[in-house]
Structures are given as C-alpha cells and as structure tokens.
C-alpha cells in the first residue's frame, strides 16, 4: 500500500492554530480535498503537498547541482543534502537558511530562519514540499535513501 506524503510543520512559540486573526487561510475551494495548515506565524506558510502520482525516485537520479550547496545562493538550485547541511541564501532575501536537522528512513526533519523572531521546524514524510520566507522546497527521497531538494522562488 502506497501512502500519500507528510507534511508537518511545528512552529516555536505559535498559537492555538484556530483559523482567526491575522495569517488565517482561506476556506478550501471547491473539490478541495486537503484544507489548508493554519499558522499563527506570519511569513511561514506551508505549502500544500499534491498526492504522489509516482514510486520513490530511481536510485541512479543525481541532483542538477550535485552537492554544492553554494548554488542556492539565489533560491534556486537543486542540491543533494545529508543530515546537518545547512543552505545558505543570500543576505537580499527573506529566508537566511535551511537546515536538515535529521534524516530517517520515513522523515527529513528540517528548520529554516527568516525574519521571524523563531525558527520553523518541521518534517517531511515521503516526498513534499515546504514554503516559508519567500522559498518553496520540493523534497524527494532516491530509492537508495539519498535527499534532493529543489529549491524555488516563492
């Protein structure tokens, strides 16, 4: 049985999560079978994560940059990443880092700091993406338990 992918975000020092105030999203529209993640923190949102329509990435797919971590200076790169990498972005953007704090066999736990006065922490499940700041990250695990990430302007 093929599970659909996990996405879960923990936010330092957020509220109740209720959908009031500011940062609240939207009702789900239409044919919307996924409701939105509320935060109590501005400028962290995540990203709702599609269904997969494929099985892990073949082991054999490398990442267009490898493992230079430097490409991402500009938030877009898609880079190989190990447990305790920590992406850098340049200092003109809103999201300073994005860290990988652990990697399991069913998670990749992660952090990122923005202009927030707290870190997002959260974790991926399977394949995913995250926003917070102004980037997007596509997360996608190799059969052979290998982490690439696709990093995106928001």
Same mark, same amino acid.
């Given at each position: ?5 996990? +996405? ?28 939105p993640?509320h935060?109590? *923190? ?28 430097d ?7 898609? =880079?190989? +990443?190990?447990?305790g990498? *920590? =992406?850098r972005?340049?200092a003109?953007?809103v *999201? ?8 399991t066999?069913d998670? +990749?736990d992660?952090s990122?700091t923005d ?5 997002l922490?959260?974790?991926v499940?399977?394949?995913g993406?995250?926003e ?9 695990? *190799? ?8 990093f995106?302007?928001?």
């Amino acid at each position: 049985m093929l599970l659909g992918p996990v +996405v879960v975000l923990l936010l330092a020092g957020c509220g109740d999560g209720g959908a009031s105030g500011p940062g609240a999203a939207a009702p789900p529209k239409g044919g919307d079978r996924h409701p939105p993640s509320h935060s109590a *923190t501005a400028g962290a949102t995540p990203g709702r994560t599609p269904a997969p329509t494929h099985t892990p990435t073949p082991a054999h797919r490398r990442a267009r940059d490898g493992r230079d971590l430097d490409a991402c200076r500009d938030r877009t790169c898609e =880079v190989e +990443v190990r447990q305790g990498d *920590t =992406v850098r972005f340049s200092a003109r953007f809103v *999201t300073d880092t994005f860290t990988i704090e652990r990697i399991t066999d069913d998670r +990749v736990d992660f952090s990122a700091t923005d202009d927030q006065p707290a870190p997002l922490r959260g974790y991926v499940g399977g394949t995913g993406a995250v926003e917070t700041g102004d980037i997007r990250v596509d997360f996608d695990r *190799t059969q052979d338990g290998r982490i690439i990430l696709e990093f995106s302007p928001r």
